[in-house]
């Protein structure tokens, strides 16, 4: 079972993810609105897969956080975002993109081909 740890400011969508991604089977270790929060988290966790706002809490923004985790280690990283891709010009790595309003069945596909 594929572990997911989720990023996100909006409590509702957060909300969403966990309760509709645990549905369909994967492990949702946890979630943060804020950062450096995140960061620390998902660093101790090392879940297999981050879903993570642009625009979070906490003083660092998701791109900054996905760049330090993956410094570190490669999970799959998937975007959720009301801005568009081009926000993600400084992202280092093969990344999946989804814009807000988002498919959530397109999402379950990309993660389950991860």
């Known amino acids: 079972m594929k572990t997911i740890f989720i990023v996100e400011d909006e409590v509702v969508i957060s909300i969403f993810l966990k309760m509709y991604l645990g549905k369909k089977g994967f492990n949702v270790l946890g979630s943060s609105t804020n950062g450096n929060q995140a960061l620390d988290i ?57 814009r807000k309003p988002f498919d959530n069945k397109l999402l379950l596909k990309i993660l389950q081909d991860s």
């Open 42 to 98: 998902i660093l101790e966790k090392k879940p297999d897969i981050v879903i993570i706002d642009v625009t979070l809490k906490g003083g660092i923004n998701g791109i900054d956080v996905a760049n330090k985790i993956y410094e570190l280690y490669h999970p799959k990283i998937v975007f959720i975002t009301g801005l568009e891709e081009q926000a993600l010009r400084s992202v280092k790595f093969e990344y999946s993109y989804f």
